[in-house]
């Protein structure tokens, strides 16, 4: 029997530019269930059809070939009357249609390199695609064409799953044959990507009462509301970053991404233009994001830092709105900007001179 999931809404309650800026990456999970309307509005955004006469759905496709099939490993409470089980998603019916019973969640988490938010996240999803179905009408291209379009369907899983109060993240580290065995797919599927949907903490942190009453507080006895609350990156200058990733990896600590951010146009050091170059990757650790960096050439803080003190925390960082208006608060106490950079579209970083007492530098970091 086909479970027929509810009918997907048109309407949310925060605005597409707000899905956009609040669009993360995120890897911890609640374990508790998201509901039928959540899985179902997941599984339209990412294939449903959106078109009255059924044939063109919510992500685009090289000459509406449709080459995507979607999986969902649902665990045992991870949607709301679900039993836990391999599911395939019915995109004319929007219904999906039970292919194996049992809770696999684990399974698939070792099969994707032990990323264990797998296992953690109530729901998988798991775009696959039958290559053949854009092949034959477009040769070897075809291919490309594919994995473009997983690409769409996974922003579209993100941006609503933001939209839902939920969260994501996109998954391409995997075995590929072991996830097809894992979910007893047949040959033509090829898993993509795994997307994990369900709450998080992080979200409740980031609107989380806590922070709400300090800044509060702060606006009753008329402080001055400055952007140190909540550590949302800790900097760490290595001497070689290949080898601390390979540690970090032995701990359990990583993946480690590079930076996808535009780049830096402007750099200052000490107020002069900087000339320098850094090795960087991030690792998210819960709420908080692992920042490694190592010194490739030229002169910055960040090589005086290793020179001076060795390996080690060199920063904590802030997450900001507007950088600009956080450092001309900063300025009016007197505080001064060690290192900083612009980006082309907008934002950027401020390391502040803030370790002459207790030896800590703050940074400002606007993405
Ligand atoms: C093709 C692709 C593959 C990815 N694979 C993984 C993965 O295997 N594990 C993981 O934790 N994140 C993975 N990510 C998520 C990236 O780490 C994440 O997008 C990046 O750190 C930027 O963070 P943001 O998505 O919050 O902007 C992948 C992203 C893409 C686009």
Excluded at 102 to 117: N, P, T, Y
Excluded at 186 to 202: A, C, N
Aim: with cysteine; charged share 25%.
């Amino acid at each position: 029997m086909p479970i027929h999931l509810p009918s997907p809404s048109q309407k949310g309650t925060i605005s597409l530019e707000e899905a956009i800026a609040r669009r993360r990456s995120i890897r911890d999970f609640i374990p508790e269930p998201i509901s039928q309307s959540q899985l179902s509005q997941i599984l339209w955004a990412a294939q449903g059809i959106s078109d009255t006469r059924g044939r063109y759905r919510t992500v685009p496709s090289a000459g509406a070939t449709y080459p995507l099939e979607i999986f969902i490993a649902c665990g045992r409470n991870g949607v709301d009357e679900i039993d836990a089980g391999i599911y395939h998603y019915n995109i004319d019916s929007h219904s999906l249609a039970l292919h194996y019973e049992g809770d696999v969640r684990l399974a698939l988490a070792r099969a994707a390199r032990d990323q264990e938010f797998i296992y953690e996240a109530p729901v998988d999803i798991v775009i696959c695609a039958i290559f053949e179905r854009t092949g034959l009408r477009y040769g070897s291209r075809g291919e490309r064409y594919v994995h473009i379009e997983v690409g769409h369907a996974g922003q579209n899983i993100y941006l609503q799953a933001i939209a839902l109060g939920l969260t994501t993240v996109a998954i391409g580290a995997f075995h590929d044959e072991q996830v097809r065995q894992v979910l007893r797919l047949d040959k033509q599927y090829k898993p993509l990507y795994i997307m994990p949907v369900g709450r998080s903490t992080w979200g409740k942190i980031k609107e989380g009462n806590n922070l709400k009453k300090k800044e509060d507080n702060m606006e009753k006895s008329g402080t001055e509301k400055l952007p140190f609350l909540k550590v949302d990156q800790v900097g760490v200058v290595v001497k070689d970053i290949g080898k601390t990733i390979e540690h970090l990896a032995s701990l359990g600590i990583g993946p480690f991404e590079p930076a996808h951010s535009t780049p830096i146009i402007e750099r200052e050091v000490r107020g002069k233009p900087g000339d320098y170059e850094l090795k960087i990757r991030f690792a998210q650790l819960g709420q908080v994001e692992l920042e490694l960096i190592q010194p490739v050439k030229g002169e910055c803080i960040h090589r005086e830092f290793l020179e001076s003190k060795g390996e080690g925390i060199h920063h904590l960082g802030f997450f900001v709105d507007d950088i600009g208006k956080e450092i001309a608060k900063l300025t009016k106490q007197g505080i001064k900007i060690l290192q900083s950079g612009r980006r082309a579209n907008c934002g950027g970083f401020a390391y502040l001179e803030t370790d002459a007492v207790g030896g800590i530098v703050l940074e400002l970091i606007q993405r």
